[in-house]
């Protein structure tokens, strides 16, 4: 099985800061790889997928990149409801798998 | 508006199953698939498994194969998951996704989970 890396596991910041989080997978993937945004209690919400295209009604403010092995998530200018755990999944393999999540909170 | 509706939270015994549902309106059940994926108390997303609703066809991880079974019910929009001889560490949230209809991609619409305890 594909095994997703992500880095780093927890990350602070300020509203206003530019923030990429990595997505490392054991082997190539292309391109299939997604990201999900969730907040505790709540479901994750796509917020990008094969690796940058950005999901309908999801802000402009999200982006993704990468192929191959390397990928991230960047958010350019970091808002308040941004606070949350991020993950990233690959769908170039069965079975699915995700990355053990990135904790992104307040500074 | 898509929307994915899971019934309400379960209380089960070591050794006893569990049946989940989650119901689809919104959009033609048929056009997509419907992946589950669980997340227990602090922990990451694992998938469980993937069903095509247009032709029933299923994968499941290999971790809960023999133990895992995914069905749909056209007729009412409905997604089911059961799982059987449930352990306490099947102790989890139990996610519905919306996914691709031939196989599994990404999941752009998620229940809003079902929490599945099991303690004796």
């Known amino acids: 099985d594909i095994q997703m890396t992500q880095s780093p596991s927890s990350l602070s910041a300020s509203v206003g800061d530019r923030v990429t989080i990595t997505c490392r997978a054991s082997q190539t993937i292309s391109t299939f790889l997604n990201w999900y945004q969730q907040k505790p209690g709540k479901a994750p919400k796509l917020l990008i997928y094969?690796?940058?295209s950005l999901q309908s009604g999801v802000p402009s403010r999200f982006s993704g990149s990468g192929s191959g092995t390397d990928f991230t998530l960047t958010i350019s200018s970091l808002q308040p409801e941004d606070f949350a755990t991020y993950y990233c999944q690959e769908n170039f393999s069965t079975p699915p798998r995700f990355g053990q999540g990135t904790k992104l909170e307040i500074k | 508006q898509v929307q994915l509706v899971q019934s309400g939270a379960e209380v089960k015994k070591p050794g006893a199953s569990v049946k989940v549902s989650c119901k689809a309106s919104g959009y033609t059940f048929t056009s997509y698939g419907i992946s589950w994926v669980r997340q227990a108390p602090g922990q990451g997303l694992e998938w469980m498994g993937w069903?095509?609703?247009?032709?029933?066809?299923?994968k499941y991880t290999q971790k809960f194969q023999g133990r895992v079974t995914m069905t749909t019910d056209t007729s009412t929009s409905t997604a089911y998951m059961e799982l059987r001889s449930l352990r306490s560490d099947d102790t989890a949230v139990y996610y519905c996704a919306r996914d691709q209809k031939f196989s599994t991609n990404w999941y752009d619409y998620w229940g809003q989970g079902t929490l599945v305890t099991v303690s004796s």
């Open positions: 094969v690796a940058s």
């Open positions: 069903i095509s609703t247009y032709n029933g066809n299923t």
